[in-house]
């Protein structure tokens, strides 16, 4: 219990009567401000990235710093269960509703203190600044030391004893011990408290053991080249040339399932931002990329142009795309709740709820029927998603066999995929976790289907 129990929250004395913004420059606090504005934006919805980059505070910001203001938004979100739990237990009495941005500023001192390191003076003090500083919060300034003093030095103790669990949200916690059962289940929940390392896909015909050594970089068996720590990629070797691109070595594995596409007619149904379109092309085919957001697709013609490739792009929903002529082979990389990319994205666990699995499941079984009539007899689709939610993964693969006679599911063999038998399911399915190929690092969780429109 608190010993600021009974400790009057608010005191009108202590709020600041002039206007809120802007606050003049202060580069102790600069980046703590930025990480507050992101939160208060993921809040009102905004994903992570967006939420980055639609912070001016953050944009303005200069490299050591805009890397501090990341990881604290990025490891409160991907610790915010027991961040939470930690502030709860050193609370007396909930936060009021209205005060969600005093609850803000404590997980930022909490991640400051207990996972950063950052010294506690420092975090304790720059709390109290940011508390201070706006007349919403300012009452709070002295809750906000104190329970800030207490977390760092009781909270590393507290931290320990949670488990995984504590940072998945209980809905995702029971959909996963369903499918994937309990020990995988925490196995995925451990992986997701790391971040991921930065995979390299190469371009087709690139000397990897070469490239290995230009980059310091790990090669996996799936073939995809692993690079433990870098921040900024485009100042990686080989990058303005167009060697290479990003890419979780999971994600680089559907592209596989196709086999060789090479002179064919290939479909990339859902194609932005262009990762598994760069595959095909790059290894031959006539790929049309077709994505509904204009702006994604632009991302794709970036992609293509850095790497010298080609690709037909064309701006339409998959639901209504009608191709001049069928295609030997669709890849349906489609929309998903990306339960998969946790560990890149840890907002997600915060961001996404049941509802939208629900709706998402729909748009997809739609877009498998309406995949199917743009393939030519005995062409193939590969259907993945970024998720671990098995409506829509293996129940989604359940349910397209069930409603088209007129489709076989055609087994996903381990050496199609660097040997990963541990990710070839019974039925003859794809399904990656994070916590996979934990001792280098972990891959995304994936799900991927073949299935063949008989001839
Ligand atoms: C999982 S991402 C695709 C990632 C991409 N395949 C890659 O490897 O880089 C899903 C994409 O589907 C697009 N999308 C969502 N709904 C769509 C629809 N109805 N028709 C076409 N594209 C859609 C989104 O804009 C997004 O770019």
Redesign the pocket.
């Known amino acids: 219990m608190s010993d600021i129990a009974g400790q009057a929250w608010l005191s009108a004395a202590a709020m600041p009567q002039s206007s809120e913004q802007p606050f003049p420059d202060n580069p102790v606090l600069d980046a703590r401000r930025a990480a507050l504005e992101i939160l208060d934006r993921i809040s009102e919805g905004a994903a992570l990235d967006d939420a980055i980059a639609r912070t001016r505070g953050f944009e303005r910001l200069e490299g050591p710093d805009r890397g501090f203001a990341r990881a604290l938004v990025s490891e409160t979100l991907r610790r915010r269960g027991s961040i939470d739990h930690v502030i709860g237990a050193f609370l007396d009495r909930p936060l009021p509703k209205k005060s969600a941005r005093v609850m803000d500023i404590l997980r930022l001192a909490a991640t400051q203190l207990l996972i950063l390191e950052t010294p506690a003076h420092a975090a304790v003090s720059t709390s109290v600044d940011l508390a201070a500083e706006r007349r919403e919060t300012a009452g709070y300034a002295k809750l906000v030391n104190a329970l800030a003093r207490k977390i760092g030095k009781a909270g590393p103790e507290a931290l320990a004893k949670l488990p995984a669990r504590t940072d998945t949200p209980s809905w995702m916690w029971r959909s996963w011990e369903r499918s994937l059962g309990p020990v995988k289940t925490r196995a995925v929940a451990e992986a997701h408290r790391s971040f991921a390392p930065l995979d390299i896909t190469l371009k087709s015909g690139e000397d990897t053991n070469n490239w290995a050594s230009r980059l310091g970089a790990e090669l996996l068996s799936t073939g995809s080249l692993r690079i433990a720590k870098a921040s900024d990629v485009p100042s990686l070797d080989g990058f303005d040339e167009g060697a290479w691109w990003v890419?979780d070595t999971a994600?680089s594995l559907p592209v596989k399932l196709l086999g060789d596409v090479s002179g064919k007619r290939v479909i990339?149904?859902?194609?932005?931002?262009?990762?598994?379109?760069?595959?095909l092309a790059s290894t031959g085919a006539h790929v049309v990329a077709?994505?509904?957001?204009g702006a994604?697709?632009e991302r794709?013609k970036e992609n293509l142009e850095r790497t010298k490739m080609k690709a037909e792009l064309v701006e339409?929903?998959?639901?209504?795309?009608r191709p001049s002529e069928k295609a030997d082979a669709i890849?349906l990389?489609?929309?998903?709740t990306?339960t998969g990319t946790i560990r890149r994205h840890p907002d997600i666990p915060w961001s996404k709820g049941e509802t939208a699995l629900t709706a998402l499941a729909d748009?997809q079984s739609k877009?498998i029927d309406h995949a199917l009539t743009l393939l030519k007899p005995g062409g193939m689709l590969v259907y993945c998603?970024?998720s671990l939610q098995r409506e829509e993964g293996e129940a989604q693969a359940k349910a397209a066999l069930a409603r088209h006679s007129s489709v076989e599911r055609l087994p996903v063999a381990a050496d199609e995929i660097g040997g990963l038998a541990e990710a070839v399911t019974r039925d003859g399915d794809m399904r990656t976790l994070p916590s996979m190929l934990a001792d280098k690092g972990g891959m995304d969780g994936f799900f991927a289907t073949r299935l063949r429109l008989r001839a």
């Open positions: 890419q994600a990339d149904l859902c194609a932005a931002p262009g990762g598994k379109t760069l595959q077709v994505d509904k957001s994604r697709l794709v339409e929903d998959a639901l209504r795309f890849l990389d489609a929309p998903c990306a748009l877009m998603v970024c």
